[in-house]
């Protein structure tokens, strides 16, 4: 997949590789005169199954509506696109590798031959213990996801071809951008059910804001983004229920420069009724987030321009 597919002006790139398939893992746009530092990702994006993923699945379509953040991809192209900031989206599927985990946080029970070093439970792995690790295994409603027990091989390659050459590309890029600028902003852009509510007149978050609680990114970031979307008429929450994962652990050093922070939009915002696919509603979600980016965009130049000093690269 190029830039152009994107509908998006300048050169792309693809990389890594779908383990039973001829797609790429990922494709990554970013453009040489980004207008904004901001790099928007969508690893829960993906929707490429091999005919063997899908085969070891007891229900795939059941279990890939729930794991995907359905067609966020389209929200985020769009946001792109109007924005200028840098692009990368998925096209490995959770179900395969949840790009928001760890490389180690694995319920090894799942594999056949066993862990490294025959480790089982660790604070590395401690989400895979509630069905929801580096490999997905269980969702409400259907239990188990899988008909039979993962290999080791089967594992390492999805890491070797999906995960690493996944993360490393989006370091590379924030990198690239906070070099350019002196500060950068990843937008990691998820979908959510929606939140229930505690009273009945009670009216739930369209919106929640990851910050790893404060660990992530400048506090001015998320004061820009919450105002923002006040100003909106559009209810968000901090940190609860989504805080962020390990695309934040990994890749926010606001210390060097380096901001990250977790959006998650509700897909009653922009999917249809049965939460499957787009509806008339995408657009405008898109041109509200779309403010949202050039509104932090802005706020990191700032902390470049008058903030405290990036440190070099490590």
Sequence with gaps: MSAMDFGLAGEGRTGGEIPGGDAP????????????????????????????????????????????????????????????????????????????????????????DGAPG????????RRSRSGLGLVPRRLPVLGEIWKRRLTRAELDARIAGIHRPYHAALGQALET??????????????????LKRRHPDDRTPEFVLGDRFGAACDPALVKTAFAFLAQAGRPAAHNRPYAGGYVLDRHAAPARGLHALQVEVCRTSYLDARLEEPSVRLAGIARLIAGLVRELGAETAALARGGRPALAAE
Excluded: K
């Excluded at 893992?25 to 970013?30: E, P």
């Excluded at 096209?91 to 949840?98: C, F, S, V």
């Design 118 to 125: 025959q480790a089982r439970h660790s604070l590395a792995n």
């Design 177 to 194: 951008l906070r070099d350019r600028w002196g500060a950068a902003l990843l937008i990691d852009l998820h979908s959510m059910p929606p």
């Design 25 to 112: 893992a990922f494709s990554l746009h970013l453009p040489d005169a980004a207008p904004i530092p901001v790099l928007i990702c969508a690893p829960h994006a993906g929707r490429v199954y091999p005919p063997a993923l899908t085969a070891a699945m007891r229900d795939p379509a059941f279990a890939a509506l729930r794991l995907e953040d359905r067609h966020v991809d389209a929200l985020a192209i769009e946001v792109a696109r109007q924005t200028g900031a840098g692009l990368l989206i998925a096209h490995a599927p959770r179900a395969m590798l949840d790009l928001n985990r760890a490389a180690d946080d694995m319920d090894w029970s799942m594999v056949a």
